[in-house]
């Protein structure tokens, strides 16, 4: 017998989902710009996608705006938060680290990549606090891709790569979380 998704749960994903598809957007905006591809199709292209993808989980988001969170639900979040958020402050604290020390060492180049790598990592431990096998895959298909767009040469089209994989993977990620939690609802 399948156990019911609670509301904190249902909640959660469709949260997680929004955050996927904005930071997804913020990367793929980064791709037109840091790649230098920069005209009204490509800006008009990525924003109707960024549309869809905001737009999507927020509104699934938004019809579970009734349901109640459990005492269970809110105990649980009791003992994931500290690791949530300390998960959290790490990646954004090391992407700052990484950013200053490879501009002090002028290798701006790879500020993109060594975001896109912490980033990747994050989603790692967020998979088991989350319970989440979906972020597992995420992450690895981040760092896989960031590792694979170090092969290119330093420039527009590393930035292209390194931007795009980020921000599909993310938009990837928020589609599935949907997909599944429709599929499931049935």
């Not at 549309?51 to 459990?70: C, H, K, M, N, T």
């Not at 500290?82 to 700052?96: D, F, P, S």
């Not at 092969?151 to 997909?179: D, E, F, K, N, Y």
């Amino acid at each position: 017998m399948m156990e019911k998704t609670s509301a904190a749960q249902l909640k959660g994903r469709a949260r997680g989902a929004a955050i996927c598809g904005i930071f997804g957007a913020v990367w793929m905006f980064d791709t037109v710009y840091f790649g230098a591809i920069a005209n009204q199709a490509w800006l008009n292209a990525i924003a109707f996608l960024a549309g869809v993808f905001v737009a999507w989980p927020l509104s699934r988001l938004r019809s579970l705006r009734y349901l109640e969170y459990s005492p269970a639900d809110r105990q649980r979040w009791a003992t994931i938060s500290r690791a949530y958020w300390a998960n959290a402050a790490v990646e954004w604290l090391a992407c700052i680290a990484a950013g200053i020390w490879l501009a002090h060492i002028r290798r701006y180049d790879l500020i993109l990549p060594s975001t896109g790598v912490i980033i990747a990592a994050h989603f790692l431990p967020l998979a088991k606090i989350f319970r989440m096998p979906l972020y597992y895959w995420t992450g690895a298909a981040m760092a896989l891709g960031i590792l694979a767009s170090l092969a290119v040469p330093a420039g527009h089209v590393r930035s292209i790569a390194t931007c795009t994989v980020m921000g599909l993977s993310l938009w990837a990620t928020t589609a599935l979380i949907l997909c599944q939690d429709k599929l499931s609802s049935r």
